[in-house]
Each structure stands twice: as structure tokens, then as C-alpha cells.
């Protein structure tokens, strides 16, 4: 369906998210559903961003703020821990950075272009005169 | 009737496997997605969808993509509420037949829409669903404007925000008119439940949708949606101003069982002033103006008048 072009879509089609049959979907993690090529799932929107976080979990206590107040479903949580950034579907927002209670931040925004491996190799230090 | 699902704690609820998909076109920080994540994966239940026209309709099926892991359908601006309740009538339909392929699946009937959508545009056909005793909830995405249009004016735009619209300029401070008091509105309909929600409170918005879940019979929900477009703030502060949102009272968190008995669900400890949730915003940047600070004066009256008045509900029980 997804290659056909609106003169080609029959009324009444339905678009399906997923390839085959998927039975439970709330009980399957993102990695093991068969998004079909109808789901924006498989797309990005990392092109939008002119700033990106980077996650360093030295501070972490997966408190999973970040979790649950990120828009666009970006922050990688399995098994209670937060576990990482979809660079995929990250806009850049940076609300996660915002809500993270840690001392320093366990998340913090950088330049796109900005290198990983640097910033995570720098990171500041607890700030002391914050409580 | 299936198990209602356990969300004990944040990390609890971190387990959950989101059915609302990224790479949608909602701007960045936009809180419409917020609520739309807290209110689905409070249960792990079939979902039967609809979104009215708007920016969740608009930004979340660009063809050839949905970002909807659940049965969906959008059809107008002003009848997503009566698509899902047709849905749910065919659904017991079938069920009473004795037709259900899989009659133990209990799905839920949920109707996301705007302010637009739902206090103006689509308000009979929410009176309808409500009135008819439809299982179904209908949430209203509360940014107080037509945001996907352009940020016009609505009934739910408060007093001095500037829209497009009704401008702040020379010779007007912005809207005139007050919020439609839509919680009021549908819980006289008498239905079981009808109650105020925001993102940042995302226990008090899972006890909620649970609680709507758990009912027989239609649910109303609004919930606020700070908008960074239309509010004019930083995508990065949308939390921020959900927390002023709640903490000014400006969206007090109650809640209306069987359309009388009223509970504040949220008592801030430290209530801030109504002129710091104003500050936060573009839209009401004029009101700073010297010439115009006696309406912030008068939003804090009023802000206090309707705390004071839910608290008497509240105690009064009736
Ligand atoms: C009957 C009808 N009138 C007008 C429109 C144009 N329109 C599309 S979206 C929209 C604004 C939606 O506002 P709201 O319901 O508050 O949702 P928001 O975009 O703010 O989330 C308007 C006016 C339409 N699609 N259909
Ligand atoms: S908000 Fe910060 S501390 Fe909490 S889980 Fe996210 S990165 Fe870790
Ligand atoms: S920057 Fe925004 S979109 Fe990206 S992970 Fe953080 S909260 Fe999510
Ligand atoms: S205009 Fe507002 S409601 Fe619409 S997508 Fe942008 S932030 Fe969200
Ligand atoms: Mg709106």
C-alpha cells in the first residue's frame, strides 16, 4: 500500500501497522513487532533536530522521568532502566534534559553535529551548590 | 472483564509497550502526545481509536503512515466521539448476537479530540455519546485554541490570551469571553465520571483513566495540553508549564463521579501565583503592559473564586 499513490488508493482501504497477525501488541516490546511499511515507525524525523540529548548513565537512577514525559516515545526503558536515545524519532526537544533530577544531568543537549564519545568524556561534575 | 493493569510506581509503568508511534508530525514538545501515551498505556486492552480533525489527527496519519499501533479512525472534525460510539454499539451488538470471535478481549472505546473539536465544533455529538450511555471515554486535548489551524480563538480560549483571531493590539487586550466550563457541562449530562487531568500528574492521570475504564458508561476527560506554537514558550518547558498549569490552579485537578459527587484530586503544596503561569507565555505578554496588569489581578480573583468554589462542592457532598 505504501508505494501507491492516492490515484491508485482504493476508498475504504485500510492502512495496517503491522506485517501478519500480532496478537498482543501491549505485551510486545518495539524490537519484536513486525512493523509493516504503513507504521511512521519506520521513518525519522532525526533531520529535525538542531540540538540532540546524549545520555550519560554514570548519574542515572532511572527514576524514568525522562520516560514518561518525552513526546515522541525516544527514551529507550526495558526492564525498569533506562537504556539509551531512538535517534530515529528524537526531535530534539529537550524536555527530557528538563525533568532529569540528577546531580549532574543525566541527560544534557549538544549541538547535532556534537561527538558522543567527547561530550561523555567530559561531562561536567556535580554541582555542589545545588541541593 | 479483564484485569485492570498495575501501575504501581513510575518504573512500573516504564515497562509498558507504547501502541502511539514516533516520526509523527506534532511539533517538538507537543503535549498532545504526552496524554495521549499516559491515557493509552494505562491499560493493555484492545484499543478502539478515533481522533477529530486537529493536530493529533492531522500530524499522526500522513499518508502512507500511521503512527497508531490500534484500531483508528478519523472521518470529521466534529463526530470522532459518535464514530467511536457507533463502534462500541456495533461492538455489544455483536456481543449480544453471541457473534464476538473473541468475546473475553474487552476493548476500550476511547475518542481523543481538541478544544476546538470538542467545546465548539463537536459539542452535540459528544451530548449525544454522553447522553446515550455509550461505554466510552472522549479526551479533550485542551490547548484552548484551533491550534492546527492557525491558533483562532475557542470557547475554551481564556480571558486575555491573544489568538489569531481576537489579537491583543491597540485598542483590545485579546479574548474577552471566559473558558467554557466543559467538566461542569458534561458531567450534568449524569454520566459515572467526568474529570480534569494534566500530563505532569501522570499518576493522578492513570488513576483516572483507570477509574473511567472501570465504569459502565460514557467518560469525560479534560485534560490540558500546553501548546509551545499557540502558548508562544520553549518546546524544551512544556512540563514546566503543566506544572504551573496545576500549581497555579489555573487547571485545577478534580473529579465529578455520577455527575455531583466532586474530589479535588490535587491540593498543590506551594500554590504559585496565577501571574507566573501568565509570565510563562507569549500569549499574554501584553497583559504586562501597564495599562493592562488589572487583568492579571482579575485572573487571580477568578483563578481563587472557582478553588473556593470546588472546595465547597466538595465539602458539601451533594
Ligand atoms: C467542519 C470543519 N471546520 C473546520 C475545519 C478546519 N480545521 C481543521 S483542524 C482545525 C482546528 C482544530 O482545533 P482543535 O480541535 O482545538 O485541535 P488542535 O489542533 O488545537 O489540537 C480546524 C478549524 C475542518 N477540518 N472541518
Ligand atoms: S530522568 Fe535522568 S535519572 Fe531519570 S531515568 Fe532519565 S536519565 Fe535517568
Ligand atoms: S529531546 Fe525530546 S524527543 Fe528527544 S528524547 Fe528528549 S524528550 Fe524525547
Ligand atoms: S501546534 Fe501545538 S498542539 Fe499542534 S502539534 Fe504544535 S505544539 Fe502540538
Ligand atoms: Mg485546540
Known amino acids: ?131 | 472483564m479483564s484485569e485492570m493493569k498495575k501501575i504501581k510506581n513510575l518504573k512500573e509503568f516504564s515497562t509498558s509497550a507504547d501502541r502511539f508511534e514516533g516520526a509523527n508530525l506534532l511539533c517538538p514538545g507537543c503535549a498532545h502526545s504526552i496524554i495521549v501515551r499516559e491515557v493509552l498505556n494505562a491499560t493493555n486492552d484492545d484499543l478502539v481509536l478515533s481522533a477529530s480533525t486537529g493536530c493529533l489527527e492531522v500530524c499522526t496519519a500522513v499518508y502512507p503512515y500511521t503512527s497508531w499501533d490500534a484500531s483508528w479512525i478519523h472521518i470529521g472534525f466534529e463526530n470522532g466521539s459518535t464514530a467511536v460510539a457507533g463502534a462500541e454499539a456495533m461492538y455489544n451488538a455483536l456481543r449480544n448476537k453471541g457473534r464476538l470471535k473473541q468475546p473475553d478481549r474487552n476493548p476500550k472505546f476511547i475518542s481523543f479530540a481538541g478544544d476546538g473539536a470538542s467545546y465548539d465544533i463537536g459539542f452535540q455529538w459528544i451530548s449525544g455519546c454522553m447522553e446515550r450511555g455509550h461505554n466510552m471515554m472522549h479526551v479533550v486535548l485542551d490547548n484552548e485554541v484551533y491550534a492546527n489551524t492557525g491558533g483562532q480563538r475557542s470557547s475554551s480560549t481564556p480571558i486575555g490570551s491573544s489568538s489569531t483571531t481576537a489579537p491583543a493590539g491597540r485598542v483590545s487586550y485579546g479574548e474577552k469571553k471566559n473558558k467554557k466550563d466543559m467538566v461542569s457541562i458534561m458531567a450534568s449530562h449524569g454520566i459515572p465520571y467526568s474529570a480534569q487531568v494534566a500530563p505532569n500528574k501522570w499518576k493522578d492521570m492513570v488513576k483516572k483513566i483507570q477509574h473511567g475504564f472501570s465504569v459502565d458508561g460514557p467518560v469525560f476527560i479534560n485534560a490540558v495540553s500546553p501548546c509551545t506554537t499557540e502558548w508562544k514558550f520553549d518546546p524544551k518547558d512544556t512540563m514546566m508549564l503543566s506544572d504551573l498549569s496545576t500549581d497555579s490552579l489555573v487547571f485545577p485537578l478534580y473529579e465529578i463521579i455520577d455527575g455531583h459527587e466532586l474530589n479535588i484530586t490535587y491540593r498543590p503544596k506551594n500554590v504559585v501565583p496565577v501571574e507566573e503561569y501568565l509570565a510563562a507565555q507569549g500569549r499574554f505578554k501584553h497583559l504586562f503592559k501597564d495599562q493592562y496588569k488589572y487583568l492579571i489581578k482579575e485572573w487571580q480573583e477568578r483563578v481563587d473564586a472557582k478553588w473556593a468554589y470546588l472546595n465547597r462542592r466538595e465539602e458539601a457532598r451533594v
Request: proline share 5%; hydrophobic share 35%.
Open chain 1, 1 to 131: 500500500m505504501a508505494n501507491k499513490g492516492w490515484n491508485e488508493f482504493e476508498i475504504g482501504a485500510m492502512l495496517r501497522t503491522f506485517d501478519g497477525k500480532i496478537d498482543d501488541i501491549a505485551g510486545t516490546r518495539q524490537e519484536d513487532r513486525a512493523y509493516s511499511e504503513n507504521s511512521s515507525f519506520v521513518a525519522s524525523v532525526a533531520d529535525w533536530r538542531i540540538e540532540k540529548p546524549i545520555f550519560s548513565k554514570d548519574f542515572c537512577i532511572d527514576c524514568q522521568f525522562c520516560w514518561i514525559y518525552c513526546p515522541d516515545m525516544s527514551i529507550i526503558a526495558r526492564d525498569k532502566k533506562m537504556i539509551g536515545v531512538d535517534m530515529d524519532h528524537c526531535k530534539g526537544c529537550g524536555i527530557c534534559v528538563e525533568v532529569c533530577p540528577t546531580n549532574p544531568k543525566s541527560l544534557l543537549m549538544f549541538p547535532e553535529q556534537a561527538d558522543e564519545e567527547t561530550e561523555l568524556a567530559q561531562w561536567p561534575a556535580k554541582d555542589e551548590e545545588k541541593k
